[in-house]
């Protein structure tokens, strides 16, 4: 049996402008990589603010360079494997997910009882 040819999305403005920002970030791992600054560098932060991790500048353009590849294989391969498919399914029956949240308690909140009776009620067709 013969398939049916995969249909190909045509390249828009978004896979430019993708493309164009994975060359600059290369671009940039390139320059740190060879002009960049001898020694160690700040390479992680706390919560405070204060440096936990240091690194050189070897360790700062792979890192760049490593993650602008990566984004870019994901930017190229994320809308292949949708082609075709929707992009979310429609649910198969009424919603469950405030079913934790009720209660038969007296104290239980008026926004948590209208939640649990929305939730309860039979969805409505056209």
């Known amino acids: 049996m013969i398939e049916a040819p995969t249909p190909r ?18 671009a940039l791992a390139g320059y740190i990589w060879r002009f960049g600054p001898a020694g160690r560098i700040p390479m992680h932060f706390g919560l405070h603010g204060e440096v936990n991790g240091w690194g050189d500048r070897a360790e700062a353009a ?34 469950v997910w405030p079913a934790p949240l009720c209660s038969s308690s007296p104290r239980s909140s008026p926004v948590c009882s209208s939640i649990c009776r929305s939730a309860r009620a039979p969805m409505r067709t056209r």
């Open 9 to 26: 999305r045509a390249p828009g403005l978004l896979d430019g402008a993708a493309i164009v920002v994975t060359a600059v970030e290369l």
């Open 62 to 95: 792979a890192l760049i360079g490593g993650l602008a590849l990566a984004m870019g294989g994901l930017y190229a391969v994320l809308p292949a494997m949708a082609l075709g498919r929707p992009m979310m399914r429609p649910a198969a029956g009424p919603s």
